[in-house]
């Protein structure tokens, strides 16, 4: 089977600033894929430019192709992408407060989903809207309602609804759960599951939560400073990690750890742009040497390796 | 809903109440006696008596404000104490006047200023917005009266199109009316127009970067579709206060504009009732005055619930 989502040498620049690099990213067919990493890694970017929903003056480049459209999408047209946006790919945000229009009801928004990509006509789109409801377990009395008659969960509920209107073959979804409360998170997670399992849709997943990661995901990306430092399968990145950002990622939200302080991976996150040549954590990284300077080589297979001098895991590093 | 409608309508009615007791007070505090200005300094005692007591004078001021507000209730806005003309049928006449020329400033004032308004936020970087912008800066700098006469200047002098003045009733010529109303009509609405779209600019402006306004483009509406269906209702709440206040301005400030193209209209009975000193035309005048804006408000507040559905629950 195809993959569905293929990205190649995907870079975001704002002016002459670089804020994401050299991304190459495969998400395959029914596949559920994490992208992982702190505030600035440029997750966001990544998803927004697969998307072509950057901000006025931030530019794309590189390559990124779905599947079933036969065109390039970075610097396609408005025309060609709105064709594709949310029909082929479709996104739920990580805001749900602000996400849906505050005059406007329910069962409008979701309908509508369905009305521009003519999937449904107008009666019918109504009845498939009260269905999509349903299958995010919100009552048939939610189509008349206005967004700020319900809390955050059911909002971002409504969101998942509209996004999965059209089955797409790819679900984007950033941070969908970072501004919930506890209680509801495990619910809309399991929606959004379900949501793409129902649909064999694939699912890319972005946040800073390694919990939620591999509870969700199958496979992980790692960003760091705009680049992917490392990939594979959640099991094997989570239990021998090769980049020295992913050990300390693990070892800071560890919480089972036997020493009385909290791990911590020193220093901050560069602001954007301020990333050191060469590798991009080497200021924060403990392993680092003069050898950092150069840019690490990518070790392994594509969808499964690092990028790092001195990896983890290697006894003689 | 209902409540919320009750709740207006409570406002409405209680704000014109205070505003009528006020607007009495006002003129009952003024130093003189209305007869006595009335008649003149040199008029004898006895003939002032003789007025006061028959337009009521002599009774104690609750009395004259009760049968004043009476008389407002059915329409009937007294008698003229200087020229003994009854009051209502001249108001009515001049409010008709000045109605249809605020209206019609009005609506060229929105049609100005919702696409321009649209637009200029649309490209607020590139160089057709910024023109229009430098436009609309020159259109609020300049008062009502000088784009009048500007108008005159051009149009009526030079060109000879329309008529520099006069005012037909609708019901006598319509041809005529229309003639006559647009130049008067365009010096309102220009410049109100140039105002408000500096409004339309920045509500516009602010809809743009909701969140909402992205996720209607996640779903495959394009930048203007997605600004149509989803911007502009959010985006009219704030412009419709605006219009709310133009409108009250309006109604006031059309009596420069009447007085350019020689109109009769409400403001300029306002001052011929101040010049002869026809202290109860004026109060009448205030008083309908007064009435219209509370309406306006009134109507704005309607409004905003229509738009906003988090406005519908009573606060």
């Known amino acids: 089977m195809n ?60 390559s990124v192709r779905l599947d079933g459209v036969d065109h390039e999408m970075v610097g ?103 501004a919930l409360d506890v209680t509801v998170q495990a619910l809309v997670l399991d929606l959004i599951v379900r949501g793409v399992v129902d649909r064999s849709s694939a699912l890319l997943f972005i946040t800073h939560d390694l919990a939620v990661v591999a509870t969700v995901c199958e496979r992980v990306l790692v960003m760091y400073g705009g680049r992917v430092v490392e990939a594979g399968p959640v099991n094997e990145v989570f239990t021998r990690p090769r980049h020295r950002y992913t050990e300390g990622l693990l070892a800071a939200s560890d919480l089972e750890t036997t020493s009385r302080r909290l791990t911590t991976i020193p220093g901050n996150v560069p602001p954007a742009g301020r990333f050191p040549s060469g590798c991009v954590f080497r200021t924060r990284c403990a392993h680092a040497t003069a050898l950092c300077e150069e840019t690490p080589e990518w070790t392994g297979s594509e969808t499964e390796g690092f990028a790092c001098h001195h990896p983890a895991g290697v006894t003689n590093a | 809903m209902i409540l919320r409608l009750i709740e207006r309508t409570g406002v409405f009615l209680v ?51 009760f049968d004043w507000l009476g008389g407002l209730l059915h329409g009937d806005l007294g008698t003229s104490y200087v020229s003994k003309v009854a009051i209502g049928p001249q108001v009515f006449d001049r409010l008709q006047v000045t109605l249809w020329l605020v209206v019609a400033g009005m609506i060229i004032a929105l049609v100005v200023a919702a696409p321009a308004g649209t637009v200029m ?30 108008l005159i200047v051009v149009f009526a002098v030079r060109l000879g199109w329309l008529p520099a003045n006069g005012w037909t009733p609708p019901a006598q010529d319509p041809a005529m009316f229309l003639k006559q109303l647009i130049l008067p009509a365009l010096s309102l609405g220009l410049v109100q127009g140039a105002v408000l779209t500096r409004y339309v600019r920045s509500a516009v402006l ?100 229509a738009l906003d559905p988090r406005l519908r629950t009573a606060s």
Request: hydrophobic letters at 50%.
């Open chain 1, 3 to 62: 993959d569905v989502l293929t990205v190649r040498g995907l870079s975001v620049t704002v002016r002459d600033t670089a804020l994401v690099s050299d991304v190459d990213l495969t998400v395959g067919a029914g596949e559920r894929v994490g992208l992982i990493g702190e505030s600035g890694s440029g997750k966001s970017l990544t998803a927004l430019s697969i998307l072509g929903l950057l901000p006025e003056d931030v530019r794309a480049g590189g």
């Open chain 1, 76 to 178: 396609a047209n408005e025309r060609r992408m709105s064709r594709v946006r949310g029909r082929d790919i479709a996104m739920v945000f990580q805001e749900p407060m602000t996400a849906l229009n505050p005059t406007m009801r329910i069962g409008d928004q979701i309908a509508e989903s369905m009305l521009i990509h003519k999937t449904l006509a107008k009666p019918a789109a109504r009845t498939a809207a009260a269905d999509l409801l349903e299958r995010v377990q919100l009552p048939a009395e939610t189509l008349r309602a206005y967004p700020h008659q319900l809390s955050g969960g059911q909002r971002q509920r409504v969101v998942l609804a509209l996004a999965l209107a059209n089955d797409p073959a790819l679900l984007i979804c950033d941070e969908p759960t970072t």
């Open chain 2, 206 to 305: 602010e809809v743009l970067r909701e969140d909402y306004l992205r996720t209607a483009r996640a779903k495959g509406l394009r930048p203007f579709q997605a600004l149509w269906r989803h911007g502009l209702r959010n985006a009219a709440v704030p412009v419709v206060t605006v219009l709310g206040l133009q409108l009250a301005t309006l109604l006031i400030g059309a009596v420069v504009v009447e007085r350019v193209f020689v109109i009769p209209g409400l403001g300029s009975l306002l001052l011929d009732g101040v010049s002869n000193r026809d202290l109860l035309l004026v109060q009448d005048v205030v008083m309908v005055l007064v009435i219209a804006v509370l309406l306006v408000n009134f109507v704005v507040d309607l409004l905003y619930v």
């Open chain 2, 15 to 65: 704000s014109l109440a205070v505003s009528s007791v006020l607007v009495f007070a006002f003129m009952a505090v003024l130093p003189g006696d209305p007869a006595r200005v009335a008649l003149g300094v040199n008029a004898s005692d006895e003939a002032v008596a003789e007025l006061r007591r028959q337009f009521g004078l002599d009774r104690p001021l609750p009395t004259q404000y």
């Open chain 2, 121 to 150: 936020a649309a490209r607020h970087r590139k160089i057709s917005g910024l023109a229009l912008s430098a436009f609309s800066q020159v259109g609020v700098a300049v008062p009502a009266f000088l784009a009048g006469i500007l």
